[in-house]
């Protein structure tokens, strides 16, 4: 079963424990885990605030837009796999476009 991680402190980390099942809303099936348990709120707001706050003040505006453009532009090489996961929510491509391909 896949688990779902953490992106904290710059690092994909997995929470402890078994985590919360996530279902598939058609078939009742378990299709993942999810877990924040032993994530370090404290430690990751000091990492925000030390190590991402200082990077973003030295970026200019359009910096900081081509950084959040390259993510976003990966993350559209997977839209079917977005979508196929979207659709055992029980969600329609109407109900995840917004939120898989941010309206555009």
Do not use: C
């Amino acid at each position: 079963m896949y688990s779902l991680e953490n992106y904290v402190q710059g690092k994909w980390q997995k929470g402890e424990g078994e985590g919360q099942l996530l279902y598939n809303a058609v078939t009742g099936t378990p299709i993942a885990t999810a877990s924040t348990r032993g994530v370090d709120y404290e430690a990751a707001l000091r990492y925000a605030r030390k190590t991402g706050n200082r990077k973003l003040r030295k970026m200019t505006f359009p910096e900081r837009g081509k950084m959040l453009r390259a993510p976003a532009m990966h993350l559209r090489e997977h839209l079917d796999t977005f979508y196929r996961i979207s659709y055992q929510t029980g969600a329609t491509k109407a109900d995840s476009w917004i939120d898989i391909e941010g309206g555009i």
